[in-house]
């Protein structure tokens, strides 16, 4: 069991004025995830604004999302929460939509690490979801609390289902370590660490970028997973800016503006608590875009 490697594109969810989800927006990105060449996609993670989607609206999505791309890329389902019970009842209502989950270190309760492999292998550990593969995902900026790699190596050994972590501590040092104590696989939650990861023998990147420039991202995996580390870099060092301008405030903020800007997105709402970005930032993040793609022609 394990999960295929490649660019992973974390789905962002587009808004009407009135906070309703902009559907006909949101096809319009799926389009653009399906004519690209990326392994797959996530819906509710992070960037997908997942804390603010009603049950109701997840439920929607994750069926919108596998009716378009099972059998041509792969779908994960992000099932993070901080009620452990929650998160296998909802785990095991959308268990045939996907074909790997991904599961989120609980955020404001601040458990113990004990506490956090116990969640997990509650989760992982049904009978029921044994089929299917799982990703850890660590993200301490976001939750609180991060998952230590001992943890990770227990919970590995201990659910046989789980094989892959997204590791968005935003630490090679981590990464290093999670490689040393076990053999699931790595994949980075940060664009910006996608080659580092990579050159550590990481499985690819699940991606904030690859809503907006799908292509040159995978493009930079591919190098990668090639061996070709110079001329990942080389294409890397190009598209930094624009990764870097995607967290210049909170994400998807920045990327939901250049999907506007260029033209998948209706406009770039965000539900509160996030709110637009700020006039100077806006800036910054459109002329960082608009200096990529002069320099690609």
Request: hydrophobic share 35%; glycine share 6%; net charge neutral.
């Amino acid at each position: 069991m394990n999960i295929n490697n490649g660019v992973y594109s974390v789905i962002m969810t587009p808004f009407n004025e009135n906070f309703s989800i902009d559907y006909d927006s949101y096809n319009k990105l799926l389009d653009k995830t399906d004519s690209s060449d990326i392994t797959g996609v996530v819906v509710l993670g992070t960037t997908s604004e997942s804390p603010t989607l009603s049950l109701v609206e997840k439920r929607t999505l994750v069926s919108l999302v596998w009716n378009r791309f099972k059998g041509k890329k792969k779908v994960v389902v992000g099932i993070g929460g901080n009620n452990t019970i929650a998160t296998l009842k909802f785990a095991l209502e959308v268990k045939d939509q996907c074909d790997y989950m991904m599961i989120t270190v609980p955020n404001y309760n601040k458990p113990s690490q004990n506490g956090i492999q116990s969640h997990f292998e509650f989760v992982c550990n049904n009978e029921e979801l044994q089929p299917i593969p799982f990703i850890l995902y660590n993200v301490p900026s976001r939750c609180g609390v991060g998952l230590e790699p001992a943890t990770i190596c227990n919970v590995y050994n201990s659910c046989q289902n789980v094989c892959a972590i997204k590791e968005a501590s935003g630490s090679l040092e981590q990464a290093i370590n999670i490689r040393s104590l076990c053999d699931i696989q790595l994949f980075s939650g940060d664009d910006s660490l996608t080659v580092p990861i990579m050159s550590i023998g990481g499985s690819g990147v699940i991606s904030v970028v690859a809503n907006i420039l799908p292509e040159q991202i995978n493009q930079v995996y591919m190098l990668c997973s090639r061996n070709n580390y110079d001329e990942a870099t080389k294409k890397y060092i190009k598209l930094h800016p624009v990764i870097k301008g995607l967290f210049i405030e909170s994400n998807p903020v920045p990327g939901k503006e250049l999907l506007r800007l260029t033209g998948i997105f209706k406009n770039n709402i965000p539900r509160l608590p996030l709110v637009q970005m700020s006039d100077e930032n806006t800036k910054i993040v459109h002329d960082r875009y608009y200096t990529y793609m002069k320099s690609m022609v």
